[in-house]
């Protein structure tokens, strides 16, 4: 099996030259003095730490390849030929357009979203930035949650501080803020993530008192990598700009040398980096306190792909404090702005940190501790992943976050946009054979029209891109749900899915697909006597 391609990828824009490679180090079996390129190693040569991360960066999504010995894939779905949970159990009302996909999650003040599904990681990231009224206008047409990520704040070029170095005014906050709000109708929420630069500039009173937003996530990390949230910057005065502020720059903006450096033109950019956190649960529990207090209803966690130690940690500490929502981030994840080597060697692989965590809240659950409402993170993108995840977490998993799931129908249906006016060529053929106008390419534009009217002129058509991927989503889960007869997501149970191999059983605890069902098979046959079936327990 191979696992990952050590000194090439696509991501990074190297090959090796080699048609063989050292299976390990990824270096070419017959490497020459002379080579012209263009693996890692060669272009890390003369680049240096500009071959750390995809590119290029801020201009694409990226997420680790490598190969684990088990995921999502060695899962599969049962579906049944009798019985209906949720619905009358006949062919006139058990249909699958019937199946309610909606799901809740929170304490007191629950959640109510349409698909058991939200969007991640849409921060500081240029990316995030430059696409944000798409993703942010369509999760809330589409009636999902949406996080706006850490650091929005603090990059902010026109961020106001006052005296004491807070926030007074933050701009582009106010915007993300305010897209999402424009067509909020009482589905999903926007969740306002912290780290410790957003902690320290006082981005927790400022949303909540000046923006009316309800929700904070704090944050402990993510799937994709073990360290702070970074973006890159490309002038100095905007690096030095970003150090004052008390972020991490490197290299470092006020060294003389690298000045000179930049001035040659071989340093052409800089690194911001956040602070790495520290938690212990008597800071937590204080935080969590401080948050309430100053008026926030809901209070989430985002971990990542830690070992089960902090996985532990943030289950029990969530259930201490009442948490409304902990996510849980496995590897290998990734937009696009973490180092490459490191979202593909770090961390603990989805399947396996959600194995985990249902092994941890189960066992909560038996010492009657309160268990808080759980979202699986890392990897998913399709009604299927939600399915599966929802049933290896049941009955504590509400939800799927997706990160470049979401964000690719958001900036395809921009580019459709800028394809209709003309730009870049115009419409490609894999875009024209259905339309030449939004109204015969967008499947869903219609229905949007028929709720919206004339607003839907409005739209950003990125967000029609988001609501038809989530339409696709939602009845693709709707029909897996119907061939489970589950017509409710809290119905869904782990009996509900087997493993493929004998490993992937170990892993997660679902039961091997050739034992499935298999005690109420034997009975059903052995109790075939003189024409009688035996019941099924």
Request: net charge neutral; charged share 25%.
């Amino acid at each position: 099996m191979n696992l990952s391609r050590p000194n090439s990828n696509e991501a990074l824009q190297t090959k090796n030259r080699s048609r063989d490679v050292a299976p390990q180090s990824g270096i070419c079996s017959r490497c020459i003095d002379g080579c012209k390129g263009n693996c890692d190693l060669f272009n890390a040569t003369f680049r240096s730490r500009e071959l750390l991360y995809p590119s290029p960066f801020g201009e694409l999504t990226a997420g680790a390849d490598k190969d684990y010995p088990v995921d999502y894939s060695h899962l599969n779905i049962m579906g049944y030929a009798m019985g209906a949970e949720g619905a009358k159990a006949d062919p006139d009302h058990a249909t699958f357009p019937t199946v309610k996909t909606e799901t809740s999650y929170g304490v007191a003040n629950k959640v109510k979203m349409k698909i058991p599904m939200f969007t991640g990681a849409l921060g500081s990231t240029e990316i995030a930035r430059k696409n944000w009224e798409h993703f942010a206008v369509g999760a809330a047409i589409t009636g999902i949650s949406l996080v706006c990520g850490e650091n929005v704040c603090g990059i902010d070029p026109k961020l106001e501080l006052d005296k004491k170095g807070k926030i007074k005014e933050a701009p582009d906050m106010r915007r993300r803020v305010e897209d999402y709000r424009r067509y909020h109708d009482g589905w999903g929420d926007i969740l306002v993530q912290m780290n410790v630069e957003d902690t320290r500039l006082g981005v927790a009173e400022y949303v909540l008192d000046k923006l009316g937003v309800e929700t904070i996530e704090l944050k402990w990390g993510q799937g994709a990598k073990c360290i702070g949230g970074e973006i890159k910057v490309h002038t100095l005065e905007r690096a030095q700009e970003l150090k004052k502020r008390g972020y991490i720059v490197t290299p470092d903006p006020d060294n003389k040398a690298i000045q000179a450096a930049f001035k040659d033109g071989a340093i052409k950019e800089f690194e911001r980096h956040s602070r790495l956190g520290f938690v212990d649960q008597e800071s937590f529990m204080a935080e969590v306190a401080r948050l309430r207090k100053l008026g926030a209803k809901r209070v989430t966690l985002k971990t990542g792909a830690y070992p089960m130690r902090e996985l532990a940690m943030a289950i029990r500490w969530s259930s201490d404090a009442k948490i409304d929502l902990l996510t849980i981030d496995g590897a290998p994840g990734g937009t696009g702005m973490s180092p490459w080597r490191m979202m593909s060697e770090w961390g603990i692989p989805s399947i396996y940190l959600h194995s985990m965590a249902y092994e941890l809240c189960s066992r909560l659950a038996k010492r009657g501790a309160w268990v808080p409402d759980i979202a699986f993170a890392g990897g998913f993108s399709s009604e299927d992943h939600i399915f599966k995840a929802l049933a290896l977490g049941a009955p504590f998993t509400k939800a799927v976050c997706m990160g470049r799931a979401l964000m690719i129908p958001g900036m395809v249906g921009k580019n459709i946009g800028r394809w209709l006016n003309g730009e870049d060529g115009g419409l490609p053929s894999t875009v024209s054979k259905y339309g030449s106008t939004k109204e015969e390419i967008f499947v869903c534009y219609e229905d949007l029209k028929a709720k919206y009217g004339k607003e839907i002129n409005n739209f950003p058509l990125g967000a029609i891109g988001i609501y038809s991927a989530g339409e696709k989503i939602r009845v693709g889960l709707q029909q897996l749900m119907a061939g489970a007869r589950k017509w409710r997501t809290d119905l869904i149970t782990r009996k509900d899915l087997a493993s493929l191999t004998e490993e992937c059983a170990k892993v997660t605890g679902i039961t091997y697909i050739m034992d499935a069902y298999r005690d109420e098979a034997l009975a059903i046959i052995d109790g075939a006597e003189n024409g009688q079936v035996a019941k099924i327990a």
